[in-house]
Nanobody, 120 residues
Framework: QVQLVESGGGLVQPGGSLRLSCAAS????????MRWYRQPPGKERELVAT???????DYRDSVKGRFTISRDNAKNTVYLQMNNLKPEDTAVYYC??????????????WGQGTQVTVSS
């Protein structure tokens, strides 16, 4: 069984920083890609950032230059460093991973979600 566990959310003032982590565990052969999504209050879930196993990254326009996605393949962990946070970044953040298991199956895994609130 595969599990994704997130950590690192919280309350921060505008202009502050937070770092989210998401660790995958279980019968994992490979993960590609890993992504962060977020769901602002009253809105649809939206894609924030993507990173491939080779390290290629992509970001939504509103977070470019402020957020950095990275991963540690040895630990099956993805990170999201968020700097210069704005009130509009307030949302529940979810990690997502496309996982291939040792049994040859594929699993679309989601973390449990972590709240990020940007407010003075």
């Amino acid at each position: 069984q595969v599990q994704l566990v997130e950590s690192g959310g919280g309350l921060v003032q505008p202009g502050g920083s937070l770092r989210l982590s998401c660790a995958a565990s279980g019968s994992i052969f490979s993960i590609n890609p890993m992504r962060w999504y977020r769901q602002p209050p009253g809105k649809e879930r939206e894609l924030v950032a993507t990173i491939t196993s080779g390290g290629s990254t992509d970001y939504r326009d509103s977070v470019k230059g402020r957020f950095t996605i990275s991963r540690d393949n040895a630990k099956n962990t993805v990170y999201l460093q968020m700097n210069n946070l704005k009130p509009e970044d307030t949302a529940v953040y979810y990690c997502n991973a496309q996982i291939r298991t040792y049994s040859g199956g594929y699993y679309n895994g989601w973390g449990q979600g972590t709240q990020v609130t940007v407010s003075s």
